[in-house]
């Protein structure tokens, strides 16, 4: 298939992309929304004629570096006409707080107005032909979804992603989600079908299907009737050519039979799972509005496992939330023992503005706050080296992604979404090959061809340093 013939674009766009991976989407969304504009992706500020900041507003850190970052751009728009654009979750939450601390700053774009951006650019530029600079807010939840009005994704490569659902109804008590990205929305089914055989017919193996909490998911089918995520990847499924599904971020209320029974199903689905719990005290948990226990936790897991041995887990842990005692955090440490993660991300609690748990009494001290974390990071980092050890003398269908650092090398994804390194020619890229894991690297393993056959396959491993 030969792409139409485009013009080379004469603007550029510099976009900054914070957050979740729903943010990564956007971003690319946005790119696509604005090359009909003229405007082709930079990644250097100072070439740029229009900066987009697409913020995340999950901990008052994240939330902060906007600030800071926008102290560095100033200094640009003077020296020439370029738009500052705060998109994102940021955006959605302090809009006009954004105009009072950066005023040079002409467009804040809340996540579900991205497809009225070209307007907005338009609009800011009339207005500056020889006036002074207008300022543009759009912060509403629109009636129309900017799913059916943004462009199609163009090329994403072997492993794309998705979106297929949007906001969250769940309102942890910690969490500004709900508040910045709006009520759940799913996706109608045939959007979906059409955009991931889009997706492959550009190449794509692997999809991984997006939602801040996509196991929520329940998209309108052809007949009228509705889908759970289970059903929609068995959908997908039916897509030749594609060869991997994953899925984040899910919930553990939304693990529903089909699901857990498609990780059994599905050959497609690959063996590895992100399932938040958060803490491992049942105390928290309710403190926390979770709508789980521990004990519903682990039953999940169990059933998991039992339809799929092999499955790899990995969860987000929040340590010093509100009232949370020695005796809670050591119920944290026995449930990750317990369930023995692959990786984890792990959080210091950060209490938001607007949240119900930023103004629950018994708030944790810092010091003690930062003392969980190290302990519950060293627990976690040495469950992700035993998980990772334990793959080498391993053969992984590992899909190729890109070229790696060195010289010959290719870079892929394990079925457990780890890192490999392989010396093999890059006429493999895109493809999915057995691998024998031979070393473990500090954020990767290393491996060979098992099939001596391939191209690129007899390749030795040059030397990093250069001998002189
Ligand atoms: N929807 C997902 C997660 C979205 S936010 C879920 O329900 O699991 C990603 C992670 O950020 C959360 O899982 C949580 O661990 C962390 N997080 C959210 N709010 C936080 C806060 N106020 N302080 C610290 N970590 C937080
Ligand atoms: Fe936030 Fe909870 Fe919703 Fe996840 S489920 S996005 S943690 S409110
Ligand atoms: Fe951050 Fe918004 Fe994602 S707050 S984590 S960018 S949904």
New binding site residues.
């Given amino acids: 298939m030969t792409a139409p013939a485009q013009k080379a674009p004469e603007k550029k766009v510099y976009i900054r992309t914070y957050g ?1 991976q729903m943010n990564v989407y956007d971003s690319s969304r946005m790119a696509d929304a604005l090359a009909p504009l003229g405007y082709g992706t930079t990644e250097n500020p100072e070439d740029a004629d229009m900066v987009i900041l697409n913020t995340c507003h ?2 008052e850190k994240a939330a902060e570096k906007v600030f800071s970052d926008l102290g560095r751009l100033r200094p640009l728009k003077g020296e020439k006409d370029l738009i500052i654009a705060v998109a994102g979750c940021v955006a959605q939450a302090e809009g006009a707080e954004i105009m009072t601390r950066a005023p040079f700053v002409d467009i804040v774009v809340g996540p579900q107005a991205y497809h009225r951006l070209p307007q907005m650019i338009g609009e800011v530029k009339a207005k500056r032909v020889g006036a002074e600079h207008r300022k543009l807010i759009d912060t509403e939840f629109p009636v129309e979804s900017k799913f059916d009005l943004l462009p199609a994704p163009r090329q994403e490569g072997p492993a794309a992603f998705l979106s297929v659902q949007e906001g ?1 109804d ?1 309102f ?1 008590t ?4 709900p508040y910045t990205r709006g009520a759940e929305y799913s996706r109608p089914v045939a959007a979906i079908l059409n955009e991931a055989r889009g997706l492959v017919a550009g190449g794509a193996r692997e999809i991984t299907l997006l939602g ?2 996509v196991n929520a998911y329940h998209g309108t089918a052809a007949d009228g009737g509705t889908l759970g995520l289970g059903a929609l990847v068995r959908e997908l499924a039916k897509i030749e050519g594609l060869a991997r599904i994953r899925y984040m ?1 899910s ?1 553990p209320r939304d693990m529903d039979a089909s699901l857990i029974e498609a990780h059994r199903d599905v050959p497609q689905m690959m063996p590895f799972l992100h399932l ?1 719990v ?1 803490a491992g005290s049942d105390r928290i948990l309710k403190a926390m509005n979770r709508g789980h226990t521990r004990a519903d936790y682990l039953r999940i897991v169990e059933t998991l496992r039992k339809h799929r041995p092999d499955l790899a887990l990995s969860s ?3 340590v010093g939330f509100p009232g949370e005692t020695d005796a809670d955090f050591q119920d944290t440490l026995a449930l990750a023992t317990e369930v023995n993660y692959a990786q984890c ?1 792990t ?4 209490a ?1 503005p607007g ?1 119900p748990a930023s103004t629950m009494d018994d708030q944790v001290p810092e010091d003690v706050k930062s003392e969980r974390l190290t302990i519950l990071q060293d627990l976690i980092a040495r469950q992700q080296r035993a998980f990772n050890a334990a793959s080498v003398g391993c053969t992984f269908d590992v899909l190729l992604t890109g070229t790696g650092r060195n010289p010959g090398q290719l870079v892929g994804k394990s079925p457990y979404l780890q890192a490999v390194h392989v010396m093999a020619d890059p006429s493999l890229i895109g493809q999915i090959v057995p691998v024998h894991i031979t070393t473990l690297e500090t954020n990767s393993l290393g491996g060979t061809l098992e099939d001596a056959r391939l191209p690129g396959a007899g390749l030795k491993q040059e030397p990093q340093v250069a001998r002189r």
């Fill in positions: 979740c999950i901990r969250c769940k942890c910690f969490c500004v989600v801040q909490n971020t919930h938040p958060q987000d842990f929040i991300f959080f210091k609690y950060s938001r949240t």
